[in-house]
């Protein structure tokens, strides 16, 4: 199950397990379920697994796989093998479908025309594609609770701005791109964006401390200016 | 309890050693650029290497201590002074109630570390007092210091009592510092993929830090770094140290609140016992790459962490003589 996997160094501290080399959704799986196992069952000196597309890095305490003649990364990472050799075989995927309610266009979606514009489409159908589709987070990266996903339609799709913008409210919703994805905090950014959804992507008291986890599905379904803002008093401000 | 913030300084937050195991969230680790000078603080002043200290950066603050305790200041010697009188970096200081800890010019370097017995009391969040400052949680209110803030300080101590102030961090352990301008790393998983005037150039020529860099990443300027052919590469994680180099052919290294993934060619990652040297560095200044082996990089990092579990002992043996 495990021989076309490859093993490198990754700094003093890190193994960067590669999987394959494009982008698959049983691929991707597969890495999610072995950091899950990893993070359920550490080994002594595991700190953290970092999954993405194609690979998975374990993060470990060199000090504790420090020794007079062997290397620490081959002691480590012999460990990790035995780890996932200890693996259930069933596949443990209970993959979440996670809607996010979305206000497409006007303030909170500047580029919607735009991106209509380019696909020669009406803003009512990009809404309506964007909605159609069901997308799988491969990853979280770029800010906390950011989900890299796939399944875009490419009859939406709209390069980045030339200039990226300065300041991006949280919770914007945009298209880079064949991608899509959500803002969980403020951040300087380049997407064309087409809503925002008064949903918390990221909360860091609660654990997990992200609404959306690698791993899961993602539908999102249109919600009016007046359900927004009503949503908004009932779970607090998102300002 | 506290410490009062007459003047913040440029940029001065709480870090520790930073916040692990939510990087699969796309929670950046942050924590302190020079993670020695961090040390060394902490340890002077009887505390854990994982508490807090204050990184102050090349313009540091004024404070006023509201209780007697020991502080310490490692890294960037920015000529403190305790109430106008000159005091030195790497040594235990005793402090009292009313005292003024004020900074000068910046003499060497570029952050400094302020570490007080006990720690200060801000509370963990996530695991860390490191201050996220663009998620605008952890440290102090999430955000870095200002005027008229007052710096809890965790009131009891931490039973550290020093018998002598005669002696201090000695130059061997901190030797790393004297070579400023070669910075070792290993190459990177994308290194094969740059054209061979690139590769030789990346470990050979001299790199300007530019402007345009800060607790995120520090970009190079020098020979545009090309790839043989432009190559897709996906998202993968990347660390404290990791060089990688974007379309346009500058190198950007990435340091400690640099994201958690990273879609550009990865040409090296700087050994980890050279990151001190990189955070003591300022806009302007000249670095060489020189290249070292993955083990190399394993054994330099081990043995440093065992100089300072030495370190950690004879200071405990020195307060008990």
Redesign the interface.
């Known amino acids: 199950m495990f021989q076309e996997i490859k093993y490198y160094r990754f700094g003093e501290a890190g193994i960067l397990l590669e999987f394959g080399d494009g982008i698959s959704v049983d691929m991707n799986q597969q890495i999610h379920n072995i950091s899950r196992w990893l993070n359920e069952n550490p080994f002594d000196g595991f700190i953290e697994t970092v999954p993405a597309y194609n690979t998975l890095t374990v993060l470990y305490d060199p000090m504790k796989f420090a020794h007079p003649e062997k290397s620490a990364f081959e002691l480590a990472k012999n460990r990790v093998k035995m780890r996932m050799e200890s693996m259930p075989k069933e596949e443990a995927s209970s993959r979440h479908v996670i809607k996010i309610p979305v206000c497409y266009g006007s303030d909170f979606g500047p580029d919607l025309e735009n991106v209509a514009k380019l696909n020669s489409l009406s803003p009512e159908e990009v809404i309506k594609i964007h909605t159609e589709n069901t997308y799988y987070v491969y990853m979280l990266g770029f800010a906390p609770g950011f989900p890299f996903l796939g399944g875009m339609s490419s009859r939406i799709s709209a390069p980045r701005l030339s200039s990226p913008r300065l300041s991006i409210p949280k919770g914007s919703v945009g298209i880079a791109g064949k991608q899509t994805g959500i803002y969980p905090i403020e951040t300087p950014g380049g997407w064309q964006l087409i809503g925002r959804t008064p949903l918390e992507l990221f909360r860091p008291s609660l654990n997990p401390p992200t609404l959306i986890e690698a791993g899961d599905q993602v539908k999102f379904y249109e919600i009016t200016l007046e359900e927004y803002h009503s949503w908004e008093a009932d779970h607090g401000h998102n300002d | 309890m506290a410490i009062m913030i007459n003047k913040p300084g440029m940029l001065t937050s709480l870090q520790d050693l930073g916040r692990?195991?939510?990087?699969?969230?796309?929670?950046?680790v942050s924590g302190s650029m020079d993670p020695f000078a961090h040390t060394a603080a902490n340890l002077l002043v009887g505390n854990s290497e994982g508490e807090a200290t204050l990184e102050v950066t090349l313009t540091g603050p004024k404070l006023t201590f509201g209780i007697d305790t020991f502080i310490a200041i490692c890294g960037a010697d920015l000529t403190p002074s305790l109430n106008e009188k000159a005091i030195e970096n790497w040594r235990t200081i005793s402090v009292r109630k009313g005292d003024v800890l004020e900074f000068g010019n910046c003499k060497w370097g570029c952050r400094a570390y302020i570490a007080v017995a006990g720690g200060y009391d801000t509370g963990r969040?996530?695991g860390s007092k490191s201050t996220y400052l663009?998620?605008g949680?952890g440290g102090y209110q999430g955000r870095a210091l200002k005027e008229g803030d007052t710096l809890p300080v965790n009131s009891d101590g931490n039973g550290f009592h020093p018998t002598s102030f005669n002696w201090f961090i000695s130059h061997e352990p901190r030797a790393m510092y004297l070579d400023m301008n070669t910075i070792r790393a290993?190459k990177g998983?994308h290194f094969d993929l740059f054209t061979k005037e690139s590769q030789t150039a990346f470990f050979n020529e001299k790199f300007k830090i530019s402007t345009q860099s800060d607790r995120m990443g520090y970009r190079a300027e020098g020979t545009e770094l090309k790839l043989q052919q432009q190559k897709e590469i996906?998202?993968?994680?990347v660390?404290?140290?990791?060089v990688q180099v974007p379309s346009e052919g500058k190198p950007i290294i990435l340091m400690a609140d640099r994201?958690?993934?990273g879609g550009y060619p990865k040409i090296a990652?700087v050994?980890?016992v050279d990151l001190p040297k990189l955070a003591q560095a300022k806009p302007g200044d000249s670095i060489v790459f020189q290249e070292i082996t993955?083990?190399e990089?394993?054994i330099s990092?081990?043995i440093q962490?065992?100089e300072l579990d030495y370190l950690k002992a004879g200071i405990r043996l020195k307060n008990r003589e």
């Open positions: 692990y195991t939510y990087q699969q969230y796309g929670v950046i969040v996530m663009r998620a949680m290993v998983r996906l998202s993968e994680p660390l404290f140290g990791t994201q958690t993934t990652q050994a980890y993955e083990e990089a394993q990092y081990i962490k065992i």
